[in-house]
């Protein structure tokens, strides 16, 4: 299928974005159970999902393959979330915001150096309006207070960690990703993530706080369905992007999850859009279609 690749990478982030929508009306878990309920209901359904298709592990994938596939999964679903709800938790959603609109920049980079994938002048010019309208759509300058000394610059480092543990995380992937079944390597990835998860949680005493959100409740109405937006269908839609797509398109097209975050906000929260968010959701939007069109 022509531009399957864009087509991915711009419905991982509209996946995530429905997520983020429901896991708002989910608070009677801590954000590490949370996490660890979606990647296990996603492991669950991958593993339906390849049981019905026939899908097999396979038993030829060399012991380089392997690592790349394991330590990719471990860097980018355990290590790099770590970091992202300690980052939350120490600067907040904005100043997170502002650090998240590094994912782009950083896999054009690493992708040039890693791969050769020079960026063409539609990806730097497209990809630039989607950093900036992203920017201007999701950081308010009156938020963006950095007093705090030590606790914000180890917030902010953590936001970064965070970032670059996902783009380092796919980016080892890739070179397998690129020959294997996307069902299988989304379930092998997912498989490491959640095994670190749950040993890291095991050694540092919070493996009973890291279950609560296992015992059904009211909870369940949204978190079920969020994780199977979450964590099933963006999986499935973010790594199909790097497989059929270079890596910078794809990485500058996930960055629009913040503008269908902002919409489905207006159209299922009735959140409020500022004028600010609209002119920088159409900037993303504009840069992104500039993109696809010159891939075309």
Request: hydrophobic share 55%; aromatic share 10%; with cysteine.
């Amino acid at each position: 299928m022509p531009h399957l690749g864009e087509i991915c990478a711009l419905l991982a982030p509209m996946a995530w974005a429905v997520a983020l929508i429901l896991f708002k009306r989910t608070e009677g878990a801590p954000p590490l159970a949370l996490n660890l309920f979606k990647n296990t209901f996603g492991v669950v359904l991958l593993s339906a999902t390849m049981v019905a298709l026939g899908i097999a592990v396979p038993t030829d994938r060399s012991v380089e393959d392997w690592a790349r596939v394991i330590g990719s999964g471990v860097l980018g679903l355990a290590v790099a979330d770590t970091f992202l709800f300690e980052g939350l938790k120490r600067i907040g959603a904005a100043r997170f915001a502002l650090v998240d609109t590094t994912y782009a920049p950083m896999i054009v980079l690493l992708s040039w150096v890693l791969f050769g994938e020079a960026p063409t002048t539609a990806i730097v010019g497209g990809g630039a309006a989607v950093v900036v309208g992203v920017t201007v759509a999701s950081v308010d300058p009156r938020d963006l207070k950095f007093s705090g000394g030590r606790e914000i610059a180890i917030g902010m480092l953590c936001a970064f960690l965070a970032v670059l543990g996902t783009a380092t995380g796919v980016l080892i992937a890739k070179p397998v990703l690129v020959n294997s079944n996307l069902i299988e390597i989304t379930w092998t990835r997912l498989i490491a993530g959640l095994t670190a998860m749950i040993l890291w949680a095991a050694a540092t005493g919070k493996l009973r706080e890291a279950t609560t959100a296992f015992r059904p409740g009211t909870d369940w109405k949204t978190l079920v369905p969020a994780s199977f937006f979450g964590t099933y269908l963006s999986l499935i839609f973010w790594l199909g992007g790097y497989k059929w797509a270079p890596a910078a398109v794809a990485a500058v097209l996930n960055q629009l999850a913040t503008v269908y975050i902002l919409v489905l906000a207006r159209v299922f929260l009735r959140e409020r859009i500022a004028p600010r968010q609209a002119v920088g959701s159409l900037v993303a939007a504009t840069g992104a279609l500039w993109i696809v069109w010159n891939r075309a």
